[in-house]
């Protein structure tokens, strides 16, 4: 990964510049000290990733306890527009890295350039471009070109198939397991290739080939010298869109030259009563590729729809009558402009088999990248599939096109066929033989005869033919293409080793002397048997054949594209991989990413939130106790494993009720009071939850921990109120100075972990049928509209509230203890929940974007909501001061309770930081934790700690965190909330 | 060369599992999973915990995935999720057959284990979930290994 721009907007701001793909700016909030630890991890490239995303608003942002999670940084957040509609922290790969000069950059018109001189191109200066790197075979747009001096390793890869490139170690290759980059790719990895490479890039002169006299002319020819006001807008007409004259290097002529080649094969041209409107049609049985065809056209003409017919043909032939029945999908042009340039380019008005036509002059004086657009394109519409000889299996079937003319007109058929044949020569492709054939008779007493062009099925010319024209608009026909090379690629990789072993079985018998049977030992090679030895012993060497038992092109398709659909990718193996010294420019290109709305994994699921309740306690009356106290709340709160719940297993239709009511079951079951409900966020029951998108499994691991604390940084911890700084707010919210708090953070256990991976494990295997492609199977996601989007997002609120009857459950036990304990009543104690909320949630809001309302989905991951006061969603009890925010900190510090303003909602859709954020892996924790006593440390500081968990202390010691003071200075400072209350730890369980 | 390696990441854990087969890989990624959650050694060592004593009941898995890296994900999700569920520790793993079956992977395999007891198990840490993050089986003619994150 090169390095990001960062621009620093103020003392507590920076500023990633929009460049790349990114669809907006990247904002992070942190002063220069955490800054420098933010820049430690991957986070800000995450942040990056995010800007990247359809339908995003105004800027990722980031708080200051950013660090690295997976797809979104933990601490981010982004709002998406509502019609657009994604919800997902998902994206594509990031990718400034870069490859070396001379790499050839596949265009999208078939032809390839060094990225080097990728932008000196002048046809087209927005090419739309894919590279190994990219394996989505949708076209991109280059957003920006990238030249850098090298500053990192450059390797030198080679794969089976033949190919090498070379790279920075930071350059992403996709692999089975999403892209990597290559220093994590070694010999024996699969990479994703494509053996389609086209021809190398010439420039195009600037010889005119239609102009605007040509256009008049014409008109005037088919109009029969009354054209009326046509000519005039029609010249109108084309000088608006700027593409008159039509020379060799317009942008508009590749485009042409395909719908050219397509139309010869595939389409038919007419004007209405023959000199009305012109018009196209276009026929395939793909709608795909007519849709390929239409965005084509789209760019200057306008295309009908896409029509859809079932067609009844009934064919006679010198022998027999066949009548079939087709389904036909086809959509026309209607423009006499585009009809009269096709035309003009070459394609014939009216039925094409009664008439004398050729290939058009103008393609003989085109350059070769320009040829094979039209050759690749008439194959796509009329060439036979790439297909193996089922009776010999690892024999292709000649290449094929073939013509029906009339009788009057065969001549000028095989002189079509010869053209193509010249142009094919160009290429070094060879052709077998045009042939002749009757082939049917016609109702008016003619007769109409099959012309074919065949075409020699050696495998120099299959793959020569495949590798550089290939086809156009024939998304199938490319993808076989693709695959067949790579079988016949194989093929002769298998005959070359048979040879080879010949050769060593010779060697072997003339200066060893022995047997068969002692050779094949010798050879200890399994890929022949016995029998090859005895073969080439007894009846000498010849050239070698395939194995009888040679893979079946059907299983080796599908080995060769799992998991790459019908990209036309195929996978490939490294087998060297280089460091390279002598390099020392390197390239790149920013390519624009598809749209795509998805509802992505591993974000939502884990909702963990926390919960803040104050007591009427005072310091004094807690500290005599505090042992007792932390010890009654340990043995009371279930933590994790085997510790029986305070609550018995729970009923199937217990966890459905659960799941639809969240908080609201634990009041109505005892746990709790009403007016708790009134402090939690949408009063303690997110909407949509369906309790039948939850899996059995989910409800199975659940049962048991409804109310229970889990592990890892979850806690519960005993606060004193050491600090206001916001007496006012304080006393709405219901803290005062020196009494005891109780602070809550959990989630919804391993019911979510198991709704995440049930989900995860689906879309896994589904995500491909949306047409969606991830980097990271975590990521792995459906559209939000779709069945199983919908259901994913029914099943994650069913998590979510799940997770809030069990912060209530834990509340209405820690009353309880707290009752035991001090043997006081619930008034005396005065236990209230302040605030319930949620720092892992998207969901639906309303803001103001550019000074309009806007429905938006607003992401927050590991980030606070922070409403001001006066907003609608803020519990009528806290309108007036705004919405209170609860960061926790680490174990040995400090929490804090803070408020939200409406800087936040100007900013940060009324976001900010949800903790301190991790710095350190817990592992390293771990190490710098040997040898020292934590909980000591932590007991000299005055805070007592307990954790069921023996390594948790370790990995979860102050250390390994970001200060929070420093966290929340940063989001007070900038104004995006305000301090209210420090609390200071004297007591903490640890899950 | 160690079977078991850790990975570290800022906020979870990881582990690298190495074998000669890919059985081998399974059952050790299976017994770093374990390692991460359980303090193993300070439980007793019951003579019941072998696949050839006589009188041990093994839980049998059988598991199929599309492919290999989900059949990874798939075989310690299958454990932990019998750990959450029936609060039983494996200390014993193997791996009968891992096969391709047209277009998935199919695991037959066993664990022994006993069950939890707060007096003789500690709880190292929990495992919310075996992630699919990083996920990669490695397979060579003679090297097998297989890397998996767990979020903590």
């Known amino acids: 990964m090169s390095e990001i721009n960062l621009k620093k907007l103020d003392e507590y701001r920076w500023e990633i510049p929009k460049s790349g793909k990114m669809n907006v700016p990247g904002i992070i909030f942190a002063d220069d000290e955490l800054m420098k630890t933010i820049l430690q991890d991957k986070s800000l490239g995450q942040v990056v990733n995010v800007a990247t995303l359809p339908g995003i608003v105004k800027a990722s942002l980031a708080m200051p306890d950013i660090h690295w999670g997976y797809g979104f940084p933990i601490g981010g957040v982004a709002a998406f527009d509502i019609d657009n509609g994604i919800i997902s922290p998902g994206g594509v790969g990031y990718d400034i890295n870069c490859i070396s000069g001379n790499s050839k950059v596949l265009h999208r018109f078939g032809y390839t350039q060094d990225i080097e001189r990728l932008n000196e191109c002048s046809v087209n200066r927005e090419i739309n471009c894919f590279n190994l790197s990219n394996f989505d075979k949708e076209t991109a747009k280059i957003k920006f070109f990238l030249k850098k001096k090298v500053d990192s390793k450059i390797f030198e890869v080679i794969t089976m198939f033949g190919k090498h490139i070379i790279a920075t170690e930071d350059h992403p290759f996709y692999t089975p397991s999403g892209f990597l980059v290559l220093n994590k790719i070694n010999v024996g990895s699969k990479v994703a290739v494509t053996h389609f490479e086209g021809v190398p890039y010439e420039e195009p002169s600037d010889e005119i080939i239609v102009s605007e006299e040509d256009i008049i002319n014409k008109i005037k020819e088919i109009k029969k010298g009354n054209p009326g006001n046509v000519i005039q807008q029609t010249i109108k007409f084309l000088n608006k869109l700027q593409i008159l004259p039509i020379r060799y290097n317009s942008p508009i002529l590749p485009y042409l030259t395909k719908l050219v080649g397509f139309v010869l094969g595939d389409g038919t041209l007419y004007f209405e009563n023959k000199i009305g409107k012109g018009i196209t049609w276009f026929f395939s049985k793909s709608i795909e590729d007519l849709e390929d065809i239409r965005k084509d056209i789209s760019l200057w003409f306008t295309p009908s729809r896409i029509y859809k017919r079932e067609r009844f043909h009934k064919i006679k032939t010198e022998y027999n009558t066949y009548e079939f029945k087709t389904t036909e999908n086809s959509f026309k042009v209607t423009s006499t402009a585009f009809a009269i340039i096709l035309h003009l380019l070459g394609v014939p008005i009216g039925k094409k088999s009664s008439q004398d036509f050729e290939v058009p002059n103008w393609i003989f004086k085109a350059i070769l990248w320009q040829k094979r657009l039209f050759l690749a394109s008439f194959f796509g519409a009329e060439m036979s599939s790439p297909k193996v000889i089922e009776e010999h299996n690892s024999i292709f079937y000649c290449p094929m096109l073939s013509m029906q003319k009339r009788e009057n007109y065969i001549e000028s058929g095989i002189k079509f066929l010869k053209d193509i044949e010249k142009l094919l020569n160009e290429f070094d492709i060879k052709v077998f033989k045009i042939s002749e054939r009757k082939a049917q008779n016609n109702s008016d007493g003619s007769y109409s005869s099959t012309i074919r062009m065949i075409l020699s099925n050696s495998t120099e010319n299959l793959i020569n033919l495949w590798r550089k024209i290939g086809f156009e608009y024939n998304r199938e026909r490319s993808y076989l293409a693709s695959v067949s090379i790579s079988y016949l690629i194989n093929k002769g990789q298998i005959i070359q080793e048979r040879n080879n072993i010949q050769d060593k079985i010779v060697e072997i018998r003339e200066t060893a002397q022995i047997g068969a049977k002692n050779i094949f030992k010798s050879l200890g090679n399994t890929s022949v048997n016995l029998r090859f030895v005895e073969r080439t012993i007894y009846e000498g060497k010849r050239e070698s054949r395939i194995p009888l038992n040679f893979e079946k092109f059907e299983e080796y398709e599908n080995r060769i594209t799992e998991g790459l659909g019908k990209s036309g990718f195929v996978w490939d193996e490294i087998i060297e991989k280089i460091q390279r010294y002598d390099i020392d420019t390197v390239y790149d290109i920013t390519l624009d990413s598809p749209n795509h709305n998805f509802i992505a994994e591993g974000f939502l699921v884990h909702n963990c939130g926390v919960r803040l309740l104050k007591t009427n306690l005072n310091k004094k009356e807690v500290s005599d106790k505090i042992k007792d106290l932390i010890y009654a709340l340990f043995s009371g709160i279930p933590t994790g494993l085997g510790s029986s719940g305070a609550i018995k297993k729970l009923a199937h239709s217990d966890e459905m009720e659960i799941s639809k009511k969240g908080a609201k079951w634990a009041i109505e079951n005892g746990f709790g009071y009403k007016e708790d409900l009134e402090h939690i966020e949408e009063y303690g029951t997110m909407e949509g939850a369906d309790p039948s998108s939850v899996s059995e499994r989910a409800y199975e691991r659940g049962k048991d921990q409804v109310g229970t604390l889990g592990s890892g940084n979850h806690f519960l911890e005993i606060d004193v109120v050491s600090e206001i700084f916001e007496p006012e707010i304080a006393k709405v919210f219901g803290l005062e100075k020196d009494k005891i708090a109780v602070l809550i953070h959990t989630g919804s256990r391993g019911f979510g972990y198991q709704i995440c991976d049930d989900y995860l494990k689906t879309l896994n295997r589904e995500y491909q049928n949306f047409g969606i492609e991830i980097t990271d199977r975590q990521l792995a996601c459906a559209p939000i509209k779709s069945d199983l989007g919908k259901s994913y997002y029914s099943a994650m609120a069913c998590a979510v509230n799940y997770a809030r009857a069990s912060r209530q459950v834990i509340t209405s036990l820690v009353r309880n203890i707290f009752e035991r304990v001090f043997r006081m009543s619930p008034k005396e104690l005065g236990i209230e929940l302040v605030y319930d909320v949620a720092h892992n949630i998207a969901k639906f809001e309303e803001h103001e974007i550019d000074g309009k309302k806007a429905k938006l989905c607003v992401h927050r991951k590991g980030a606070t909501r922070a409403f001001p006061a006066n907003h609608p969603e803020v519990p009528l009890s806290y309108r007036s001061v705004g919405q209170p925010i609860l960061i926790p900190g680490d174990m040995g510090r400090c929490s804090f309770v803070l408020v939200g303003t409406n800087k936040a909602l100007e900013w940060t859709f009324g976001s900010t930081c949800h903790g301190a954020g991790r710095v350190m892996s817990r592992h390293a924790a771990i190490k710098q934790a040997r040898a020292r006593s934590i909980a000591k440390e932590m007991e000299e500081k005055g805070i007592l700690v307990i954790a069921r968990e023996k390594e948790t202390l370790a990995e979860e010691m102050p250390d390994a965190y970001k200060n929070i003071e420093d966290v929340v200075d940063v989001v007070s400072n900038s104004g995006i909330s305000k301090k209210v209350a420090k609390l200071k730890p004297i007591a903490v369980i640890k899950g | ?152």
């Open chain 2, 1 to 152: 060369m160690s079977k078991i390696e850790i990975i570290n990441h800022t906020a979870d854990i990881g582990i690298r599992a190495k074998g000669n087969s890919i059985n081998e890989v399974f059952e050790n990624l299976a017994l770093g999973m374990f390692e991460i959650m359980v303090d193993i050694k300070q439980n007793r060592d019951s003579p019941l915990f072998s696949f050839e004593k006589r009188g041990t009941v093994p839980d049998k898995i059988e598991i199929t995935s599309p492919d290999i890296e989900s059949l990874a994900h798939d075989w310690l999700s299958e454990l932990l999720y019998i750990f959450n569920t029936k609060h039983k520790i494996f200390k014993k793993f193997k791996i009968n057959d891992i096969s391709k079956v047209k277009n998935s992977f199919k695991l037959e395999g066993e664990a022994i284990g006993e069950m939890f007891n707060p007096e003789v198990h500690a709880i190292k840490r929990e495992i919310k979930a075996v992630t699919y993050h990083n996920l990669k089986v490695k397979m060579g003619r003679s090297y097998f290994c297989c890397e998996v994150i767990f979020d903590i």
